[in-house]
């Protein structure tokens, strides 16, 4: 069973950074280096929403435009992880954020087959 694993997450102040991991804890790294990674998260009371996404050949990357220029997202897949640096964090990223597992390039997360049990950020102003 494939196993994703998120931590980083806590409260901070806005203005903060903050770098989320997730590890693969399934899969070495041939196989963890063939799937497509993504960031998603959910604030209370709202629907799931697409954060970014890494190609599997960690060139490729895509950005929610509500994060575009703050966060950066990263992989090792030596390491099978895979990371979001966040800055300037606002209270409106205050969510849960999940890391998930695609064989399809997209921002969808029907797409994601398999997720991370989701890290809590709280960010207060």
């Known amino acids: 069973q494939v196993q994703l694993t998120e931590s980083g997450g806590e409260s901070v102040q806005a203005g903060d950074s903050l770098r989320l991991s997730c590890t693969d804890s399934e899969h070495p790294e041939h196989s963890y280096s063939t799937f497509d990674m993504g960031w998603f998260r959910q604030a209370p009371g709202k629907e799931r929403e697409f954060v970014a996404r890494i190609g599997a050949d960690a060139e490729n990357t895509y950005y929610a435009d509500s994060v575009k220029g703050r966060f950066i997202i990263s992989r090792d897949n030596a390491k099978t992880a895979v990371y979001l640096q966040m800055n300037n964090l606002t209270p409106d990223d205050t969510a849960v954020y999940y890391c998930?597992?695609?064989?399809?390039?997209?921002?969808?997360?029907?797409?994601?087959?398999?997720w991370g049990p989701g890290t809590q950020v709280t960010v207060s102003s």
């Open positions: 998930a597992q695609s064989n399809m390039w997209s921002d969808r997360a029907s797409y994601y087959h398999t």
